[in-house]
């Protein structure tokens, strides 16, 4: 019985030793004897070249071999690597079953000459990277089915700042993988991953690290750790894929197209609404000496980070803030050199009522007031001026044939006074309203806000010399004079005209 089990014993270990020595004999050579497809050179350069072709292959035990090689499985040795991508987008769109996914061959490339990825021909190294993540991403037809967020990303980051950086060889220019992650890949709307609102802060912050130290104590990340969603973070100021310097016109923080994307949010019904902002900042804003010069195309003219900060905004309150009163002169002084604490006694944003800046509402209720006694009064005037010269010139004309009705003198004064009424009237339209298309003259520069203040005062101071030159010539020359003392019964007539019209309406 013992004799038995020793010889039995004696086969199957030999039996073992001769399978290992076969095994063992089987090396890299005995493989490309027959794969000549694979270049050994290639290979032995590639980041397994040190590997057997076993190693990867391990379900093949002899060469010559009959059976196909199985799937290789990266995840025997990159065991964590594995776990993170199939927790990933990518990973669980391969497991539905959904081959275009990508794979670890789709971003490392052939199996069989897979390099370092700090290699730069590596095609996941910091300089191939966004062209690889292109080949998919970057094809809309490929992309359309799966609804993706961004359409064509690589071609929009290629014009961005951080694209601009990498084409000029910028070593630490974000790529791809910096912002979306390399093996765990995840959609924006899942918490875990790092374009997921909550986590863009962070995100950025790899790269910039003081100013997210700033952002953190601003009114808008407070918001935002405290649950708020719609809170701004970078992404919602700067753009994703479409960042640019804030020096660039392109950049939604350019000094031209602040005001657009601060009003995103502040100019929302939805979202004043919701967190009980005040719900008229733009109005109020627009119809301000800043905002209209802003209109206009000003590049200089006070927009809202100009007053509240960019990064680090505050809430009034805060005496950190840049709005705080006891900091107002100062952050007014950073333009206006001798502004002072009494700008901190007035409001900002004016909403003008019987309530609140009674001054400005009742001047501001007194100068229409004023327009349109004025414009009423002077086409009162006029008709009844025209009125009563024409029937007394067809009357002289048939006794005395045509005669002039104005002298030069009183026709320079008529020219001028019509001239210089229309610019004003038309200056002062295009300032109160810099949008309508009567403007365009005056935006299509950057100096036409400027021309078009020193048109209108121009015209304002030669309106007031016309008319203290009318009243000196109206009194002190006889043919004034004479022209006045003839107007005197007109006025009666006037006084008799108003006087008919409110007894009738009494009467009534």
Known sequence: MIKKFLLISTVVLFSLFLKTAHSAELINEDCFGCHTEVNQQKFAKSIHGK????????????????????????????????????????????????????SCKTCHGDNHYLLNYRNPESP????????????????????????????????????SIHGEAFKKGEVYAAVCTDCHGSHDLHSPNNPESRIYKFNVPKTCSKCHENVFNTYKMSVHAKALYAGVKDSPVCTDCHGEHTI?????????????????????CHASEKITTKYGLPADVLPTYMQSYHGT?????????????????????????????SINPSNIGSTCS???????????KGSVHVRPSINRDKIIYYVTF??????????????????????????????????????PRLNLCERIQHIVLLAVFIILVYTGFAHKYPKAFFSYPFSFAEWGPELRKIIHRVAGVIF????GYHFIWMFLTKHGRDKFIALLPRFRDIRDAISLVSYNLNFR
Do not use: W
């Open 124 to 159: 996941v190294s910091r300089v191939k990277i966004n062209e690889t993540c292109a080949k998919c991403h970057d094809d809309a037809k490929k992309m359309e089915e799966y609804h993706l967020t961004q359409r064509e990303p690589y071609k929009s980051y290629m014009k």
């Open 464 to 467: 007031i010399i016309l008319m």
């Open 334 to 344: 950073k333009c206006h050199p001798n502004a002072g604490e009494q700008l901190a």
């Open 51 to 102: 590997n057997l072709c076993t190693s990867c292959h391990n379900d093949i035990s002899e060469a010559p071999h009959e059976k196909k090689p199985g799937r290789v499985k990266c995840g025997n040795c990159h065991r964590v690597e594995q776990q993170i991508y199939l927790n990933s987008d990518h990973g669980r769109a391969v497991a539905k079953g959904i081959t275009e996914a990508a």
């Open 244 to 264: 640019h310097s804030h020096t660039e016109p392109a950049s939604s923080v350019y000094p031209s197209s602040i005001v657009k994307t601060c009003a995103h």
């Open 293 to 321: 010069a802003y209109q206009y195309g000003s590049l200089t003219a006070a927009n809202c980070a100009s007053c509240h900060g960019f990064h680090d905004i505050l809430p009034s309150p805060d005496p950190r803030s």
């Open 366 to 403: 007194f100068y229409i007031a004023l327009i349109l006694l004025t414009i009423g009064g002077m086409i009162g005037h006029n008709l009844l001026d025209f009125i009563k010269k024409a029937q007394a010139h067809f009357e002289k004309a048939k006794t005395e044939g045509v005669y």
